[in-house]
């Protein structure tokens, strides 16, 4: 069983940068893959970025390559989530996943957590 903690979301002005952070809990989270998901008011969940448990392999959204870099302690069982060049379009409710692949498809993850909100000003 894993469970996740999310934390960082906050405020930010247009070109701000926010981190996000997923503490994990669970000794076996370290063999799972981390990714981060977000939804807007009004639309459907969608993929954010992924990495693979070793963190040797990233994938990311297209909306948010060149921007967003996920990256993993596996001492510290925390994935984070470092924004940069953020546009209100980027305003969501962002969670933390683990699957036990490395997916873009938000029915291959087993564990969510509950989210932190990331608002985006013009």
């Known amino acids: 069983q894993v469970q996740l903690a999310e934390s960082g979301g906050g405020s930010v002005q247009a070109g701000g940068s926010l981190r996000l952070s997923c503490a994990a809990s669970?000794?076996?989270?370290?063999?799972?893959?981390g990714g981060w998901f977000r939804q807007a008011p009004g639309q459907e969940r969608e993929f954010v970025g992924a990495?693979?448990?070793?963190?040797?392999?990233?994938i990311y959204a297209d909306s948010v390559k060149g921007r967003f870099t996920i990256s993993r302690d596996i001492a510290k069982n925390t994935v984070y989530l470092q924004m940069h060049s953020l546009k209100p379009e980027d305003t969501a409710v962002y969670y933390c996943?683990?699957?036990?692949?490395?997916?873009?498809?938000?029915?291959?993850?087993?564990?969510w957590g509950q989210g932190t909100q990331v608002t985006v000003s013009s």
């Open positions: 996943t683990a699957s036990q692949v490395i997916s873009a498809r938000s029915e291959q993850y087993d564990y």
């Open positions: 669970g000794s076996t989270f370290s063999t799972y893959a």
């Open positions: 990495i693979s448990w070793r963190g040797g392999r990233t």
